[in-house]
T-cell receptor
Framework: GENVEQHPSTLSVQEGDSAVIKCTYS??????FPWYKQELGKGPQLIID?????GEKKDQRIAVTLNKTAKHFSLHITETQPEDSAVYFC???????????FGTGTRLKVLA | EAGVVQSPRYKIIEKKQPVAFWCNPI?????LYWYLQNLGQGPELLIR????????DSQLPKDRFSAERLKGVDSTLKIQPAELGDSAVYLC????????????FGPGTRLTVT
């Protein structure tokens, strides 16, 4: 079945360093890839997304890249801050569907 | 604009007891979703509503789970009877009809079954 693998499961970085989280999807029909940030006791919050007709998208310190051939997409956070500490989920879905297949999450810890 | 509201935030019950969760979506959002999130996992869809109609409940364990959205706004998810394995966070999300790619999540209800 459809599957999204996410790595690493935990990531610790020093404040100011960059963090990279990687996902791989299995369904070649997937064409929409959102990233969610979930803080403790809160629901997931959409932070950035990318569609299959774009290879990269950037929003301030956050960027996402997509390699459709390899079925890989990645989240890049630069100049990390303690408030970036949270669990990050990637997801994949196909146009015209509402079904997100989520990755298993990455717990990011930014050390001050 | 108010976000998705869920209550209660936490619930502890004994196994075999019933439990219900309530969700109020963002105003104007026709589509409502219930997700199950197990510890250390991503959310998994249980059911999706378009207005008051459940258009996909294929992942809902119908022997013990039920849901309703009678007036196409608020929704209730019920478990009866609860089992130990139901301990999880139950998330509600909503989106504008036709914009399923912009789903907004509520804070969730953390259920503990003892």
């Amino acid at each position: 079945g459809e599957n999204v693998e996410q790595h690493p499961s935990t990531l610790s970085v020093q404040e100011g360093d960059s963090a990279v989280i990687k996902c791989t999807y299995s369904d070649s029909a997937s064409n929409y890839f959102p990233w969610y940030k979930q803080e403790l006791g809160k629901g997931p919050q959409l932070i950035i997304d990318i569609r299959s007709n774009v290879g990269e998208k950037k929003d301030q310190r956050i960027a996402v890249t997509l390699n459709k051939t390899a079925k890989h997409f990645s989240l890049h956070i630069t100049e990390t801050q303690p408030e970036d500490s949270a669990v990050y989920f990637c997801a994949a879905s196909s146009s015209g569907t509402y079904k997100y297949i989520f990755g298993t999450g990455t717990r990011l810890k930014v050390l001050a | 604009e108010a976000g998705v509201v869920q209550s209660p935030r936490y619930k502890i019950i004994e196994k075999k007891q019933p439990v219900a969760f309530w969700c109020n979506p963002i105003s104007g959002h026709n589509t409502l979703y219930w997700y199950l999130q197990n510890l250390g996992q991503g959310p998994e869809l249980l059911i999706r509503y378009e207005n008051e109609e459940a258009v996909d409940d294929s992942q809902l364990p119908k022997d013990r789970f039920s849901a309703e959205r009678l007036k196409g706004v608020d929704s209730t998810l019920k478990i009866q009877p609860a089992e130990l394995g139901d301990s999880a966070v139950y998330l509600c999300a909503s989106s504008l009809q036709g914009k399923a790619y912009e789903q907004y999540f509520g804070p969730g209800t953390r259920l503990t079954v003892t």
